[in-house]
C-alpha cells in the first residue's frame, strides 16, 4: 500500500487515542455526507416535478406539431398527409384549426383559444381519458321535443371539451345545458355594425371538462374541426397545424428531422421544446440556480473539512518530526495529510451518495413524504438520474479535492 495513503488511513480509522481531531473530521465526513444527500434529494424531486408538469402540457401539446411558416393557415394535400403517415416513427397526424373566438353563455363570456381537431386528436394525445366531468364528444345528437307537436326528435348538435376555469368564467354548473354561443370575427370584411355583420357565430353544448394545467385550462375549448372550420369559412382541408404523435421505434430528433426534410422550409416542425420554450428555459434555469445554491452548501460543508485537517497537521507535529527524522522527504508527508482530506471527502461522498439513494428509492416507492389531498399526487414525486449522481460525485468531489489541496499546500511554508 502506498505509504501516503498507509498514513492517512491509519490517522483516520485508528481505533486508539481518539481526540477532538478525530471527532472534528468525523463531523467534517458527515457534513459532506450530508450536503451530498442533500443533492440527490433534491434534484430527484426536482426532477419529479418537473416531469410532472411536463406531462400535463403533454396531455395537451402534440410530440410534434406542424405549423406554416408564413400566414396562419394552410391547405393539406391528401399526397402530403399521406407521406407524412408514412414516415418511420410517426404514429399518427391529426388536423388542427385553432383561432381565438368570444364564447358567450347568458351574460358570462370568456375570450379563448378554439381548437378544432379531427377524431385522431384525442385518442393519439389522451386527452380523452383525462375529463374531470363528462364525455369526450365533440359531435353528436341531441333530442329536441317540438314546442307545438311534442315530439321528440334527434337533432345534430356539436360539443365542446373545454378547461375548467374557462367552464368556472361562462357561469355552468353541469355538462348538460343550454347552448353556448361561440363568436369568430369575419375574416377579409371590415367591422360590422351588428353583431351577424362582425362575426360568424355558432352554437355547441358542454360534452366534457379538463384540468390540466391552470394556463391551459382558462384558455383552451376543444371543437369539432368541421364546426370551427364553417366558423372561419376554410375548407375542407384548411388547417393551421398538424398534430403528429410518434411511436418509439425511433429517436424524436430523427423524425423531426426527416418531417421538416419533407415538409421543406415552408413549414415549421415543433417539438414540446419549441412549442414551450419558455417553460423549459425556466425549468433549466432553475435547475441550473438549484445546483448552484447547493454548490454553496457544499462549499461551506468543506470548510469543516479545511478546518479539521488544519489541526490535524497542528497535533501531528511530533509525528511530522519523527518522520523526517527518519528521512522522510516533505512531499511525502505533505501527500500524506493531502491524502486524509481525499478520504474523509470520499467517505462522505460514498456514504451521501448511498443516502440519497435510499431516501429517493423509499419515497418513489412508498411516498413516505405527502403533499396533501390538493394537489395532483399524492406524495413528492421523485426521479433519479443517474447523471445527476455523476455530477454530484464531481461537484462534491472537486470542491472538496480542491480544499483540501489549498490547505496541505500551505505545509511545505510551516
Not at 401539446?61 to 410517426?90: H, I, N, Q, W
Request: aromatic share 8%; hydrophobic share 45%; proline share 3%.
Amino acid at each position: 500500500m502506498n505509504l501516503s495513503l498507509l498514513i492517512a488511513r491509519r490517522y483516520l480509522f485508528s481505533r486508539k487515542q481518539k481526540s477532538v481531531i478525530n471527532v472534528i473530521s468525523w463531523i467534517s465526513l458527515i457534513g459532506i455526507a450530508v450536503s451530498t444527500m442533500a443533492l440527490i434529494v433534491v434534484l430527484s424531486v426536482y426532477n419529479g416535478i418537473g416531469n410532472l408538469t411536463q406531462g400535463l402540457f403533454n396531455l395537451f401539446d402534440p410530440e410534434l406539431k406542424v405549423e406554416t411558416a408564413e400566414g396562419k393557415s394552410f391547405t393539406l394535400e391528401p399526397d402530403t398527409y399521406d407521406a407524412l403517415r408514412s414516415v418511420g416513427g410517426v404514429g399518427s397526424v391529426a388536423q388542427i384549426v385553432e383561432e381565438n373566438a368570444w364564447i358567450t353563455h347568458g351574460s358570462h363570456d370568456a375570450i379563448v383559444s378554439l381548437r378544432g381537431v379531427d377524431s385522431i386528436y384525442g385518442p393519439a394525445i389522451g386527452i380523452d381519458t383525462q375529463l374531470y366531468q363528462g364525455a369526450y364528444q365533440l359531435h353528436g345528437t341531441m333530442m329536441m321535443t317540438d314546442p307545438e307537436t311534442g315530439i321528440a326528435e334527434p337533432l345534430d348538435a356539436n360539443y365542446l371539451v373545454m378547461g375548467g376555469e374557462v367552464h368556472f368564467r361562462l357561469g355552468l354548473h353541469t355538462t348538460d345545458n343550454t347552448p353556448i354561443a361561440i363568436h369568430i370575427p369575419r375574416r377579409g370584411t371590415a367591422l360590422g355594425t351588428t353583431m351577424e355583420e362582425a362575426f360568424n357565430s355558432g352554437y355547441a353544448l358542454c360534452g366534457g371538462i379538463f384540468f390540466i394545467q391552470q394556463e391551459i385550462d382558462a384558455r383552451y375549448v376543444l371543437a369539432d374541426i368541421g364546426f370551427v372550420r364553417s366558423l372561419l369559412d376554410y375548407n375542407d382541408r384548411q388547417c393551421t397545424a398538424l398534430s403528429l404523435q410518434i411511436d418509439g421505434s425511433r429517436p424524436m430528433p430523427q423524425v423531426k428531422a426527416e418531417v421538416q426534410t419533407l415538409l421543406g422550409p415552408q413549414f415549421k416542425v415543433k417539438d414540446r421544446f419549441d412549442q414551450q420554450p419558455l417553460y423549459y428555459k425556466i425549468f433549466r434555469s432553475e435547475r441550473f440556480g438549484i445546483i448552484l445554491i447547493l454548490a454553496l452548501i457544499v462549499l461551506i460543508s468543506t470548510l469543516n473539512l479545511v478546518a479539521s485537517l488544519s489541526l490535524l497537521i497542528l497535533d501531528k507535529r511530533h509525528d511530522v518530526g519523527i518522520m523526517r527524522s527518519m528521512g522522510m522527504p516533505t512531499t511525502t508527508i505533505r501527500r500524506a495529510f493531502f491524502a486524509e482530506g481525499v478520504l474523509i471527502s470520499g467517505v462522505g461522498i460514498v456514504t451521501g451518495l448511498a443516502i440519497g439513494f435510499v431516501v429517493c428509492f423509499l419515497q418513489q416507492e412508498f411516498g413516505i413524504v405527502k403533499m396533501g389531498d390538493n394537489f395532483i399526487v399524492n406524495a413528492f414525486p421523485v426521479d433519479m438520474h443517474a447523471t445527476d449522481f455523476v455530477l454530484t460525485l464531481l461537484l462534491v468531489g472537486a470542491i472538496s479535492t480542491l480544499a483540501v489541496f489549498l490547505t496541505t499546500r500551505r505545509f511545505k511554508d510551516r
